[in-house]
DNA sequence: GAGCACTGC
């Protein structure tokens, strides 16, 4: 057994390397080093360096996009070392440290080191720090680059223990790398274990949809039968759509003397049990088609698949710093996400990528993915860099965001009261204690400002609710009636929010029970993750001196909303009587409240509990004496989210009372305007 | 009438 995976370890192509990667590692303080899926780099380079005696004293740190590739890797590699996990190799993701005093090998996620460097401004712990897929260019990763490339420098000038850096990618920009990292080695590694033929489609396909139908019928047609396919679309209508056209073809057509074809969904809003569905094979006799989103791209690996049908688009979350808008838009995939699609067909063995564009489009495509920095709301990633005593005018960014995402930024963390002034982004006391929690900085200082408004309670339960996604569980089409008959249990005229702490609430008060979540269409795995979270909030809240010993003995709905207007108070918007949208006071945009939301109307069937708010239970609709009035659509709302999908959409929003914005933040700049226009 | 995917000692 423990002679196989010795036997294993020698096949795997980094092996027949070793001893050029050590001399490299050796002579140089950074490396660059490129290998592809399956090379075997991230199970072994930090082995090799384990075993080359070089490391002397302190760890070897590798980092992760993701928790589970973190935890699967240590485990493996632990299991390679014949070593219990948690030994001489370990692991730390949040919630969980899998690590002990002998730890030599510790695998992370990049949000744990940068958690880390913190409270250790030199991370001593480390000889090596590997960063790993960082092709990838999270967030994250593209923050770490500039911090271990500076805390290399500092710990050489100060003549503590040299900090080796190893960059492990698949493909890359190496020129771009190499020169980040002052013209470091780069090392290329042999390729990938099997073939995949690429075969572009001939002419230009109008509809994805449609060409994929054809690609699959034909491979369906022609393919040996355990041959299975994966398909990547953008989301979950479409990936709706296909499985039922699919379904439908199957049913109707005559397909003598071919095998069943079965489709399986896969996408992030499924609960774990249905993307476990789509993972196994349940039987025999069929061809499996799994047709997903980005999901299968790197986070999720199929096996047994030979084919890929790559549509060639994929849908991203861009963020505009000008209007505050995020976006959420169907764009083409770069050229390094369409390979990474392609190695999807050859995990096993020989495989075929049929890509439903044609070459000429592909060159069209952009070489990589636009670094996520680039794109996305900098506030949280800016407070964090103050907190590590970072001048961001002077941070050495790989890619440097744009000047206007970075002064938004700091004219948040300026309103939220983080930093003394935009001009000199000093971090204030209330910063400093933001910057402890995990989260969004606007939900952070809401967490500061509740014991104010004596909720802290119920604000850490509806902050650990509001980070995770898919409370709901997504009902069949048989049971959709009763889906939403249990969900409307939990529903009050207040909005989303207060339905949101409700069902957490209830939850927690049924003992967490699974059952309870199946009978009313709950994900009962992220409702115990905002139970781990609301714990790590609660443990931090003691450190920073967030005490609830002042809470009001009952739900108090008023102070609650209120106390998120001190985070929220950019996201509040103003009902127009005119046309039935709403106006985002802060700068004026339109929008709408998404139809998920409790407040878009769509929910007329409130059934709530008998009684108004009742002791520490759930939270009903109000009074009959008020419900009249509340019936109507509300006058303003608070929101968590603005998203441009099909329409500008505003997602989990609040019922507000407008005198509040005067009596919570008299300086938002909008206040004097609705006062203004009230009664 | 409708949400890509990750992450945080």
Excluded at 362 to 377: G, H, Q, S
Excluded at 654 to 664: A, F, G
Excluded at 667 to 672: N, P, Q
Aim: proline share 3%; glycine share 4%; charged share 20%.
């Amino acid at each position: 057994m423990n002679k196989t995976l010795e036997e294993q370890r020698r096949q795997l192509p980094a092996y027949a390397v070793r001893q050029n990667i050590l001399n490299c590692i050796q002579t140089s303080s950074t490396l660059i080093l490129i290998g592809e899926t399956g090379s075997g780099k991230s199970t072994q380079i930090p082995q090799f360096i384990l075993e080359s005696g070089m490391l002397n004293k302190g760890m070897v740190g590798i980092t992760q996009p993701r928790r589970v590739a973190a935890i699967t890797l240590s485990k493996r590699v632990s299991q390679e070392k014949m070593r219990q996990l948690g030994d001489v190799v370990g692991y730390a993701v949040r919630f969980e440290n899998c690590t002990s005093e002998n730890t030599k090998i510790k695998y992370m996620t990049e949000g744990i080191l940068l958690r880390e460097a913190l409270n250790d401004r030199f991370l001593k712990k480390y000889q090596y720090i590997i960063l790993d897929e960082a092709h990838e260019r999270t967030v994250n990763t593209d923050v770490l680059f500039g911090i271990v490339k500076s805390i290399q420098k500092e710990r050489s000038m100060f003549r503590m223990q040299e900090l080796k850096i190893i960059i492990m990618s698949a493909t890359m920009d190496v020129d771009h790398f190499s020169k980040y990292f002052n013209n470091c080695t780069v090392l290329y590694m042999p390729g990938r274990m099997h073939q995949v033929q690429v075969m572009h489609s001939k002419h230009r396909q109008d509809d994805y949809m449609f060409a994929t139908l054809v690609t699959l019928f034909e491979i369906h047609r022609t393919a040996p039968l355990h041959h299975d396919v994966l398909v990547f679309l953008t989301g979950k209508d479409e990936i709706e759509s296909m499985t039922s056209q699919i379904r439908n073809i199957t049913r109707s057509h005559d397909l003598a003397g071919q095998p069943p074809l079965r489709a399986w969904p896969l996408h992030s809003a499924l609960p774990a049990q249905r993307q476990l569905e789509a993972f196994q094979r349940s039987g025999e006799n069929y061809r499996r088609v799994v047709v997903a989103t980005n999901i299968a791209e790197t986070s999720i690996t199929l096996p047994g698949i030979k084919y890929v049908i790559d549509t060639g688009v994929v849908k991203t979350r861009k963020f505009d710093p000008i209007t505050g808008l995020d976006s959420l838009k169907v764009t083409k995939i770069s050229q390094a996400q369409a390979w990474q699609r392609t190695g999807r067909a050859g995990r096993e063995s020989d495989g075929i990528c049929y890509r439903t564009y044609t070459a000429n489009e592909y060159d069209l495509f952009e070489k990589m993915t636009k670094p996520e920095i680039l794109r996305c709301n900098l506030s949280s990633t800016i407070l964090q860099l103050l907190a590590l005593g970072i001048n961001i005018e002077t941070f050495d960014f790989m890619d440097k965001p744009p000047r206007d995402s970075i002064e938004v930024a700091f004219k948040q963390l300026k309103q939220l009261g983080a930093i003394k002034s935009v001009q000199n982004p000093q971090l204030t006391e209330t910063g400093h204690r933001m910057s402890k929690f995990p989260i969004d900085p606007i939900y952070s200082k809401i967490i500061i400002s509740s014991p104010k408004f004596e909720c802290v309670n119920d604000i850490l339960d509806l902050v650990a609710i509001l980070s995770t996604e898919n409370v709901y569980c997504e009902p069949n089409q048989n049971n959709r009636d009763q889906a939403t008959a249990q969900h409307s249990k939990f529903q009050t005229r207040y909005g989303d929010h207060l339905t949101l702490l409700n069902i957490f609430t209830e939850y927690k008060k049924h003992n967490k029970s699974k059952q309870w979540c199946t009978e009313h269409f709950l994900n009962q795995k992220s409702l115990q993750y905002a139970f781990e979270v609301r714990q790590q909030l609660a443990e931090i809240c003691d450190n920073v001196n967030v005490s609830s010993q002042a809470d009001s003995p009952h739900h108090n709905v008023d102070q609650i909303r209120k106390c998120l207007i001190t985070g929220l108070f950019n996201n509040v918007a103003e009902l127009q009587q005119r046309d039935n949208h709403y106006i985002v006071m802060a700068n004026r945009q339109r929008a709408m409240i998404h139809p998920s939301s409790v407040l878009s109307g769509y929910h007329a069937n409130l059934n709530g509990f008998s009684s108004s708010s009742n002791g520490n239970g759930i939270i009903s609709n109000m009074g009959n004496k008020l419900k009249d009035a509340h019936n109507q659509k509300a006058n303003y709302v608070l929101f968590s989210e603005i998203v441009h999908t099909t329409q500008v959409y505003l997602r989990t929003a609040t019922r507000i009372e407008p005198e509040w914005i005067q009596e919570v933040v008299p300086d938002c700049g909008y206040a004097s305007r609705i006062n203004n226009n009230q009664l």
